[in-house]
């Protein structure tokens, strides 16, 4: 069975900075992507960055964390992870690490989830 586990979460200030990693297990053979959506009280959920691999290669940003957030991936292609730097009380979110045989971002949901992670930003 194919699971995502995310680590690295937690609380920190205004300013400063974490790094999550999801480590893939199962099937991971087919991930074509793997990423990252978050969601708070109050708010969508909403993709926050991800990688595609193969012919159509790419990294994906949401304007609200591009220049912030770096998104990168093991040659292995079952983990990846998010720098996240300049964190502000508006990044306060479940992060939820996510993984597809075809597109995360394609206008359907991601197939496979992962448990999500707490990340806090105090002021």
């Known amino acids: 069975q194919v699971q995502l586990v995310e680590s690295g979460g937690g609380s920190v200030q205004a300013g400063g900075s974490l790094r999550l990693a999801c480590t893939g297990s199962g099937a991971t053979i087919l991930f074509s992507c793997m990423g990252w959506f978050r969601q708070g009280t109050g708010k969508e959920r909403e993709p926050v960055a991800g990688i595609h691999n193969g012919a159509g290669d790419r990294i994906d940003y949401a304007d609200s964390v591009k220049g912030r957030f770096t998104i990168s991936q093991d040659d292995s292609k079952n983990t990846v992870y998010l720098q996240m730097n300049d964190l502000t009380p508006e990044d306060t979110d479940m992060y939820y690490c996510?993984?597809?045989?075809?597109?995360?971002?394609?206008?359907?949901?991601?197939?496979?989830w992962g448990q999500g992670i707490q990340v806090t930003v105090s002021s």
């Open positions: 996510v993984a597809d045989p075809y597109d995360c971002y394609g206008g359907s949901w991601p197939l496979y």
